[in-house]
Every structure is written in structure tokens, then in C-alpha cells.
């Protein structure tokens, strides 16, 4: 059983970067995708970004391509997503998720409790 917390979340300008983090306890961590979903007051929550346990394929959403970097580090069983040049509808809870590689919630079986992020404008 794989258990996440997020951390790194916080208040940065527009145009600003941060990165959030996924740390996992658990044996299964470098044998399941890994994904970041985030969801906004009033929204459903949506798909971010997902890396496989390999960390070999990747996928974005297209309001967040080019933007930001999924990445994991098995080893240290931990997950990243750097956040570039964020805009003020990035602000969400953001989520990461631990399960099969897919764009979709119903994919992953284990959720962190999510970090605040949130972008002045």
C-alpha cells in the first residue's frame, strides 16, 4: 500500500516557479504511474500531468504543456512537478496520485491530501 504527501505548495506572482513534491512511503511507489491532478474552487478536478513508474513516457495537459515538468525520483520514492511561468488560473489544490498511467482520476487508486498553490496577479 502506497501512502503520498505533497508539500511545496505556496503563494508566488505571475510568471513565477515552484515546484511540489510527492513523497511516498510504501514498497509498490516505483511500480506505479504516478499522476498530479489539480482542482480549483468551484471545479472539478482535473488532469495535470502523469509519468510512468519508469519515468520514461510522459503526458501533459494542454493548458500546462511547455509550462511544467512531471519527473520522479524512484530511489528517494518521491515525485516533482516544477510549475514555470505560472498564471492565476493555475490556483488549485494540487493532488498527486498513484496508479496506472492515465489522464483520468479513475486510474489511480491512492491520492496525496493535497498542497495549496497560488498565483497573485
Known amino acids: 500500500q502506497v501512502q503520498l504527501v505533497e508539500s511545496g505548495g505556496g503563494l508566488v506572482q505571475t510568471g513565477g516557479s515552484l515546484r511540489v513534491s510527492c513523497a511516498a512511503s510504501?514498497?509498490?511507489?516505483?511500480?506505479?504511474?504516478m499522476g498530479w491532478f489539480r482542482q480549483a474552487p468551484g471545479k472539478q478536478r482535473a488532469f495535470v500531468a502523469t509519468i510512468t513508474w519508469s519515468g520514461g513516457i510522459t503526458s501533459y495537459s494542454r493548458s500546462v504543456a511547455g509550462r511544467f515538468t512531471i519527473s520522479r525520483d524512484n530511489a528517494k520514492k518521491t515525485g516533482y512537478l516544477q510549475m514555470n511561468n505560472l498564471k492565476p488560473e493555475d490556483t488549485a489544490v494540487y493532488y498527486c496520485?498513484?496508479?496506472?498511467?492515465?489522464?483520468?482520476?479513475?486510474?489511480?487508486?491512492?491520492w496525496g491530501q493535497g498542497t495549496q498553490v497560488t498565483v497573485s496577479s
Open positions: 496520485a498513484a496508479g496506472t498511467y492515465s489522464t483520468s482520476a479513475d486510474g489511480y487508486d491512492t
Open positions: 510504501g514498497r509498490t511507489f516505483s511500480r506505479a504511474a
